[in-house]
């Protein structure tokens, strides 16, 4: 990830709607935590959706190689912390957007 690195994703319109909706299905069911950080965001998942998250991450990591993906474990929970520069952060918070009341 770079300054320079186009914040793009190479994801097809259908393929982009499918993982947004993994996004929204993983988060809805699993989700413990989201914070914001001023070069990203930390996501906590429950344990039991490691192996999802993981595949889902590969996915990010081709498409959208304008941010760092990374998920480890800490403390019980699977953490997915991903980062970037610039307009990339605005448009991080944007996908992970927590859902709205209304």
């Known amino acids: ?9 190479t994801l097809t319109p259908a393929d982009l709607a499918a993982q947004g909706e993994r996004w929204h299905r993983l988060m809805a069911r699993a989700m413990t935590e989201r914070a914001e950080a001023p070069d990203g ?4 998942f429950r344990p039991e959706a490691e192996e999802e998250l993981c595949a889902m991450v590969a996915v990010e990591t081709e498409c959208c190689p304008w941010a760092t993906w990374t998920v480890e474990r800490d403390a ?3 953490v997915l912390d991903v980062r970037s ?5 605005a448009t991080l918070a944007g996908m992970f957007a927590p859902a709205s009341a209304g």
Do not use: D, N, S
């Open 76 to 78: 019980g929970t699977i």
């Open 41 to 44: 965001l930390r996501i906590c």
């Open 1 to 9: 990830m770079t300054e320079t690195t186009p914040v793009a994703c």
């Open 85 to 89: 520069t610039a307009v990339g952060v």
